[in-house]
């Protein structure tokens, strides 16, 4: 059985470690995405059309859901989720 406590409950200086730990892997999630958005908009304009595009922009999407998966994980972990 998980025990889960609010963050509210929380003393106040955990609850802004925890709160700054979620912000930084928001921007690291939003860079990723950024990314892959910005990878995907220049194979479209052409870029140099090489394979090396391709294969740069599906090892960015990998790395992306990897790193979403493992973030999902990390926080639906967290007390008080």
């Known amino acids: 059985m998980r025990i889960s406590i609010r963050l509210n409950e929380l003393p ?3 609850q802004e470690e925890i709160l700054a730990q ?11 995405l950024n990314l892959t958005k910005f ?28 790193n979403y998966t493992c973030f999902f994980l990390f926080y639906t972990s967290l007390p008080g989720y």
């Open 39 to 66: 990878l995907a908009t220049q194979r479209e304009l052409g870029g140099t059309g090489g394979m090396a595009d391709d294969s740069v922009a599906q090892a960015a999407k990998r790395a992306f859901f990897f």
């Open 22 to 32: 979620r912000q930084e892997e928001m921007q690291l999630l939003t860079d990723k």
């Open 12 to 14: 106040e200086m955990k």
